[in-house]
């Protein structure tokens, strides 16, 4: 969707479907919304908190962001998402709990559950966003699919995508098939690892949040084991990273991040290295 195009109908629905999934109907307090009545969709967008992520100048990716929260934390976003396709939009959510909590933290364990609470949520939103005709990332990713063609020339290696966000995964996936890569993607950590082991890819495209193992996990392991110990890893996230986690893989992605930016990177990893054919 671009932004011309959005409507205050649009934005209302979106509002709605998250507050009925984040609150119930128990009468819980939500934030009141109130939609300007006139202006067109600039009006609209100024309800939202813009964000430019450009981790590298040159690759601009930019996010509108709406605090709603929910019934068990206060901090969860509404998004209007720009990813891959400069221009593009669609209706998403941010848990925003990526705090760095340690196992030895005392409330290690709470702060697990509504983190789990939160990744639950979020699906159920995306998913009922889609269902009553909102754009989401599901829209990207068959946008996506539609203008894939696959590249003439050889092709440019084998990239694991590892992404708990299967819409996401698949949009990924068909830009670096319209690119000449060859791609393999899996949704959790578990399976990631053991398909690395299993494929020995070129390049693997990690999540940094996910379940079953998380993408430092899966790093550990795979620098564990001789035999993968020399794949390349660009790890990517949409929560904040420690420049030392950063360093423990070979690149790094914010997301939202333009396809531009994510060849940039993928050529910077492999820059040198012998590809399989």
Request: aromatic share 8%; with cysteine.
């Amino acid at each position: 969707m671009r932004l011309a195009a959005l409507t205050a109908d649009m934005v209302r629905q979106a509002v709605k479907v998250y507050q009925d999934l984040a609150y119930g109907t128990g009468g819980r307090p939500r934030r009141g919304v109130e939609l300007p009545t006139t202006g067109g969709s600039e009006a609209l967008l100024a309800l939202f908190q813009k964000e430019q992520v450009e981790t590298i100048p040159g690759h601009p990716c930019v996010r509108y962001s709406l605090r709603l929260g929910n019934r068990n934390y206060p901090f969860m976003k509404l998004l209007l998402q720009e990813h891959l396709v400069p221009g593009e939009f669609f209706f998403a959510v941010d848990t925003h709990d990526q705090m760095e909590i340690q196992p030895d933290y005392p409330d290690y364990q709470a702060w697990m559950t509504v983190r789990r609470f939160n990744r639950d949520l979020k699906r159920q939103i995306e998913t009922r966003f889609q269902a009553v005709g909102l754009d989401t990332c599901a829209m990207l990713r068959e946008l996506l699919l539609a203008t894939c063609e696959p590249a003439d020339g050889p092709c440019r290696g084998l990239v694991l995508i590892v992404d708990d966000e299967e819409d996401l995964a698949c949009a990924v996936e068909a830009v670096l098939r319209r690119a000449g890569f060859r791609t393999y993607k899996v949704f959790d950590g578990k399976a990631g690892l053991e398909a690395a082991g299993e494929l020995l890819p070129d390049l693997v495209l990690l999540d940094y949040e996910m379940p079953e193992l998380d993408g430092l996990q899966v790093i550990e392991r795979l620098r564990a084991d001789p035999a993968t110990r020399a794949i390349p890893v660009l790890l990517n996230s949409a929560g904040r990273v420690s420049m030392a986690d950063i360093q423990r893989a070979d690149g790094f992605l914010a997301k939202p991040f333009p396809e531009s930016l994510l060849f940039e990177m993928i050529d910077r990893v492999l820059r040198g290295k012998e590809v399989k054919r």
